[in-house]
């Protein structure tokens, strides 16, 4: 049981239930913390949660401009009688809409409460503009605590708001999803990878296919790829099937799936798979290499900064030189030829990095350690 001087929290997520990870926090926050979970009204709620969940924002689209911007407006107002009924320590949003409605609108809400929190998922849109520059500049002065889900987001962020928040930006990493079912299968042969996610350009498809089209034939004949994911075409039009014909790359060998990925069929992809592949060009954070890590499946990724330190310098698995198809190559040869001993090595250090770094126990408690930390310094300033 809490004890009284427990504090009170305020949560706002726009893309449950799509997306579980302010759900999975909030089932570990309530440990510490009087939890509030204000979310889309398609959320159907559970008889054994330990928090109040408010789903009452509008979950259903409306073509209509008119009604749809009304709808959204309305949510304001119902998150506004929410945070003034509560009065909660903290009011923690995950997410933002519509910039130019919602700092002015946190700037009001920000009176009832002490800390205001926002978590920066992504630094900026991977197709960005400059005015997702000033919009990002624009939240991040608002709030008077910032959460990141690691250190290279940490140093991009205070690059583009400057290092005046330096000390109100927390590290907080992305915990394992907790819903999935998990078989533990055998290595055999072939050997098989997985690429899963939304297809864009920054993930680097071309730079996997590239790589397979150089693999030694005797490799090849090992291996089985498959690539998982919808596509939106606005973002990346490039057509990877064409692709793999032109590099004469066998379809039995690289099976594309290109939609969206129901929850049964991503399990039995990443059950089955023996180890999943990131040939990003870029990232902030990757939600899919903590998928690969809920199912305890080391990892093959390029060495940009955050894959290198989400990694733990490759203990997770094999780095390769970022954009290059040969070291890719050279990696999922490796891969292939791994004796039993060293892939047992990766995948016991894939599961103490979900039990231990990658937990939403403990991303809970250094959550709730910030949010103390920055409310005492609101306590000092009054």
Not at 209 to 224: G, M
Not at 286 to 291: E, N, Q, T, V
Request: aromatic share 10%; net charge positive; charged share 30%.
């Amino acid at each position: 049981m809490k004890d009284k001087n427990v504090q009170s929290v305020v949560l706002i997520d726009y893309f449950l239930p799509k997306n579980f990870y302010t759900y999975e926090l909030c089932c570990e926050l309530s440990k510490f913390a009087d939890v509030t979970l204000i979310c889309k009204d398609s959320y159907e709620k559970k008889s054994n949660e330990l928090f109040n969940i408010k789903p009452v924002l509008h979950s259903k689209p409306d073509r209509n401009k008119v009604k749809a911007f009304k709808k959204y407006l309305s949510d304001l107002i119902k998150i506004k009688k929410i945070v003034e009924e509560i009065k909660p320590d903290v009011l923690h949003v995950e997410g933002i809409i519509h910039h130019e409605c919602e700092v002015p609108f946190y700037k009001i809400l920000k009176k009832h409460v002490n800390v205001f929190c926002f978590t920066v998922h992504n630094i900026l849109p991977h197709e960005s503009k400059k005015s997702d520059e000033k919009k990002l500049i624009s939240i991040c002065s608002l709030a008077d605590m910032l959460v990141v889900h690691n250190e290279s987001s940490k140093r991009l962020l205070l690059d583009h708001i400057g290092d005046q928040k330096k000390d109100n930006v927390f590290v907080i990493p992305h915990g394992c999803y907790t819903s999935y079912h998990i078989k533990h299968m055998e290595t055999g042969e072939p050997v098989k990878f997985l690429m899963f996610g939304l297809l864009r350009k920054y993930k680097g498809i071309d730079i996997l296919l590239n790589a397979i089209a150089l693999l030694p034939k005797e490799v090849t004949k090992r291996c089985h790829f498959v690539i998982a994911g919808n596509q939106q075409k606005n973002y990346d039009d490039t057509d990877y099937i064409a692709m793999r014909n032109r590099l004469n790359i066998d379809e039995k060998i690289v099976k594309f799936d290109i939609r969206f990925i129901p929850d049964d069929t991503l399990e039995n992809y990443f059950n089955e798979a023996d180890c999943i592949i990131f040939p990003y060009r870029e990232i902030y954070a990757s939600g899919a290499l903590l998928m690969a890590y809920s199912f305890e499946k080391p990892v093959i990724a390029s060495n940009i900064p955050v894959f290198y330190e989400e990694t733990c310098m490759g203990k997770s698995g094999l780095l390769f030189e970022a954009g290059s198809p040969q070291q890719l190559a050279n990696a999922i040869e490796s891969f292939v030829k791994l004796d039993k001993q060293k892939l047992k090595d990766y995948q016991a250090n894939v599961k103490q990095l979900k039990d231990e770094k990658y937990s939403w126990e403990q991303s809970a408690k250094i959550t709730a350690m910030a949010y103390r930390k920055v409310e005492e310094k609101y306590n000092e300033i009054q």
